[in-house]
């Protein structure tokens, strides 16, 4: 079966697909011999009849080696980790060097904002002078020498997967879990990986708003990842809050730094170690998960996260010694305006996509690809669940650019925010998935 149509024809009809099929289909993909039409009808019979386990790794693996595949000849395990996605969440930025830390090698290839969430390249870019878009021979020399480097995919890096993204964002077919899956795992796998660990995040701030939804997802990533040759385990995470109090590129990047420069208990912390844990049990730099997360939060207690985020920076262009002076390097918004409470209670519930939006529309994310990130605005100091406040306090702090987004970022915080009765605190890891 060679041709496109016969695929389609046969995913139709729930017959048997040969791998060989979907490595046809994904070379037509990156190199346009498969026509839009033809993208978007599989596409649709891929979210209305599915994948098998195996139709599924065969187009992961397909779409992985439609372009170049990383390998790396390095005396220590190439590790990576992704998220799935949330609202004040920068765990990349610590965890990434905490592994280099602790002897892994981290090649790690992310992605911009998307939607409502944050993007760890925008964050990057909040960096003066980081650059996250190096050719592949930089990109390995970077990683051989500091055994960390933080990039976007080069445009030889899973290809099919740029094109049938693309077809289905026009087609209404982004939540096939299927398509999910492969669109994740190509990119990632493409990078060489020895281990991945993925946060899989459920709540009013994810994409996977229930757990049985973010459980489906962690189960096919992990299932898929571990048939295409890749140890893989997932922990599903709450975000039905933000994960640090502050929303926006740089205003997250310096919730990291304070994090580096004076370790704190908080749940950036506690999820960074528990997905670092994992990842180096797995692949044999811890013994047991415990060990690993204790390594991990000994590497940034001791300053060595420090040292290797420093480094990365540096090598990636940024300042010499941006970890000693971020607070005057970061950019900072002209106009910050406090958000007091409207009523005493509790902070009970975060409608976490409405906050996330709130902070795209101040200029911190994208309505549409090519709009203009501005690494200065957002908002800090947002009050955990169950925080109780009387009327007139301060809830958070609005960074804009212009005086008159405060009042509409004003109006959009608030409508976000429930206050009332005394909320249930959710559980910050909820399981893992092996």
């Not at 406040?389 to 109006?411: C, F, L, M």
């Given at each position: 079966?060679?041709?496109?149509?016969?695929?389609?024809?046969?995913?139709?009809?729930?017959?048997?697909?040969?791998?060989e099929?979907?490595?046809?289909?994904?070379?037509g993909?990156?190199?346009?011999?498969?026509?839009?039409?033809?993208a978007?009808?599989?596409?649709?019979?891929?979210?209305?009849?599915?994948?098998?386990?195996?139709?599924?790794?065969?187009?992961?693996?397909?779409?992985?080696?439609?372009?170049?595949?990383l390998?790396?000849?390095?005396d220590?395990?190439?590790?990576?980790?992704?998220?799935?996605?949330?609202?004040?969440?920068?765990?990349?930025?610590?965890?990434?060097?905490?592994?280099?830390?602790?002897?892994?090698?981290?090649?790690?290839?992310?992605?911009?904002?998307?939607?409502?969430?944050?993007?760890?390249?925008?964050?990057?870019?909040?960096?003066?002078?980081?650059?996250?878009?190096?050719?592949?021979?930089?990109?390995?020399?970077?990683?051989?020498?500091?055994?960390?480097?933080?990039?976007?995919?080069?445009?030889?890096?899973?290809?099919?997967?740029?094109?049938?993204?693309?077809?289905?964002?026009?087609?209404?077919?982004?939540?096939?879990l299927?398509?999910?899956?492969?669109?994740?795992?190509?990119?990632k796998?493409?990078?060489?990986?020895?281990?991945?660990?993925?946060?899989?995040?459920?709540?009013?701030g994810?994409?996977?708003?229930?757990?049985?939804?973010?459980?489906?997802?962690?189960?096919?990533?992990?299932?898929?990842?571990?048939?295409?040759?890749?140890?893989?385990?997932?922990?599903?995470?709450?975000?039905?809050?933000?994960?640090?109090?502050?929303?926006?590129?740089?205003?997250?990047?310096a919730?990291?730094?304070?994090?580096?420069?004076?370790?704190?208990?908080?749940?950036?912390?506690?999820?960074?170690?528990?997905?670092g844990?994992?990842?180096?049990?797995?692949?044999?730099?811890?013994?047991?998960?415990?060990?690993?997360?204790?390594?991990?939060?000994?590497?940034?207690?001791?300053?060595?996260?420090?040292?290797?985020?420093?480094?990365?920076?540096?090598?990636?262009?940024?300042?010499?010694?941006?970890?000693?002076?971020?607070?005057?390097?970061?950019?900072e918004?002209?106009?910050?305006?406090?958000?007091?409470?409207?009523?005493?209670?509790?902070?009970?519930?975060?409608?976490?996509e409405?906050?996330?939006?709130?902070?795209v529309?101040?200029?911190?994310?994208?309505?549409?690809?090519?709009?203009?990130?501005?690494?200065?605005?957002?908002?800090t100091?947002?009050?955990?669940?169950g925080t109780?406040?009387?009327?007139g306090d301060?809830?958070?702090?609005?960074?804009?650019?212009?005086?008159?987004?405060?009042?509409?970022?004003?109006?959009?915080?608030?409508?976000?925010?429930?206050?009332?009765?005394?909320?249930?605190?959710p559980?910050?890891?909820?399981?893992?998935?092996?």
């Amino acid at each position: 079966m060679s041709d496109t149509r016969a695929l389609l024809t046969a995913l139709r009809e729930g017959e048997a697909v040969a791998p060989e099929a979907f490595k046809g289909f994904a070379s037509g993909l990156a190199d346009s011999s498969v026509s839009d039409a033809q993208a978007g009808a599989f596409a649709m019979v891929a979210l209305l009849k599915g994948l098998t386990r195996e139709q599924r790794v065969a187009l992961t693996l397909a779409m992985r080696d439609s372009g170049d595949v990383l390998n790396w000849q390095l005396d220590r395990p190439v590790l990576d980790k992704h998220s799935t996605g949330g609202i004040g969440d920068c765990v990349s930025l610590l965890l990434a060097p905490a592994l280099a830390a602790c002897g892994a090698a981290v090649p790690m290839v992310s992605g911009r904002g998307l939607g409502h969430t944050g993007g760890t390249l925008d964050k990057l870019e909040a960096i003066p002078g980081f650059k996250t878009g190096l050719d592949e021979a930089e990109f390995k020399r970077i990683v051989t020498k500091g055994h960390l480097a933080i990039v976007s995919a080069s445009a030889n890096i899973a290809p099919a997967d740029k094109r049938l993204y693309a077809i289905r964002d026009v087609t209404a077919t982004v939540e096939s879990l299927d398509l999910i899956t492969a669109s994740i795992l190509s990119k990632k796998l493409a990078a060489g990986l020895g281990g991945l660990v993925l946060d899989v995040k459920t709540g009013s701030g994810a994409f996977m708003k229930t757990r049985k939804d973010a459980r489906d997802l962690a189960q096919s990533l992990v299932n898929t990842a571990n048939a295409a040759g890749c140890r893989t385990s997932a922990l599903v995470t709450d975000m039905s809050q933000p994960l640090v109090p502050s929303l926006g590129n740089a205003l997250e990047v310096a919730e990291v730094m304070r994090m580096l420069k004076d370790p704190k208990d908080s749940p950036l912390l506690s999820i960074s170690a528990a997905l670092g844990g994992v990842v180096l049990s797995d692949s044999g730099l811890s013994d047991t998960p415990q060990t690993g997360a204790e390594a991990i939060i000994n590497a940034v207690q001791s300053g060595q996260a420090a040292e290797a985020f420093g480094r990365m920076v540096h090598a990636q262009g940024g300042p010499v010694r941006f970890v000693e002076n971020w607070q005057r390097l970061l950019p900072e918004a002209n106009n910050i305006r406090e958000l007091r409470a409207p009523e005493a209670g509790y902070i009970s519930a975060y409608a976490g996509e409405a906050l996330g939006l709130a902070v795209v529309h101040l200029g911190g994310g994208r309505s549409v690809e090519t709009d203009k990130v501005d690494p200065a605005v957002g908002l800090t100091e947002l009050l955990p669940l169950g925080t109780y406040v009387n009327k007139g306090d301060p809830i958070a702090r609005i960074h804009a650019s212009r005086a008159d987004q405060t009042k509409q970022a004003e109006a959009a915080v608030l409508h976000s925010i429930t206050i009332g009765e005394r909320p249930e605190i959710p559980t910050l890891i909820y399981e893992r998935v092996s």
